[in-house]
């Protein structure tokens, strides 16, 4: 048998539900079965209101690329614990240059992941980001931090992993530059619907900056 929904949403509406019932039934002298039904709206009211917010609600009420969505989410939510990681191990490198470029790989994951909060149908364009480079980018900035922790640093593997640190950064850049882009592929296309619809309501705009006449010339 599958247990009941659980949760503080379930147990406020239902204690709201219990406590309304005889308010209604001894207090108004609402019939039982009407105090019933009216009680358990309520409460049902009171768990909706409390549900956790869900990613994308609003998107998947309109049934819009769902699975693009779901993935979306999948990726949003393995993201942040592994952007977490990338704040906190340059809170422990000691070295200033590498440890400010991992704050920049932190900084620009946040700005990729709240990008693809507000359009989760541009996910295509940093799969392999969220797959790969952010995860790895987390490993490797931890690595370079329990080198430097080593008794006896391997300056060669530290020059080596700050390396790909460094290449990391360029590329956690070029993949905010891409959403970007699509932002301003999308701002054209927004312009161009814009002045077509200006243009069926006004008219063609002018080609130049008509020419007004001087006063008190013939």
Known sequence: M????????WIVGGAAAAILLPV??????????????VSALAGGGVVAIMAPRKL?????????AR???EFARELLTDAEPLTRRLETAADHIRTRATAERVR??????RDILAAIERDPLRIDRIRRFMTYYLPRAAEIAEAY?????SPLPDVARLAATGELIERLDSAFTRYAANLQEADLDKLD??????KSS???????APSGTPVTEKKGTV
């Open 2 to 9: 599958a247990s009941p929904p659980t949760g503080p949403g």
């Open 189 to 194: 296309i927004e312009l161009k619907l814009l």
């Open 104 to 109: 920049h790989l932190g900084k620009t994951a």
């Open 56 to 64: 994308f609600a609003e998107l998947d009420a309109s049934g819009a």
């Open 67 to 69: 699975g693009r969505i």
């Open 198 to 204: 200006l243009d069926e309501d006004l008219g063609p």
């Open 145 to 149: 931090g329990a080198l430097e922790r």
């Open 24 to 37: 209604l039934t001894i207090g108004l002298g609402m019939p039982f079965w009407i105090a019933c039904v």
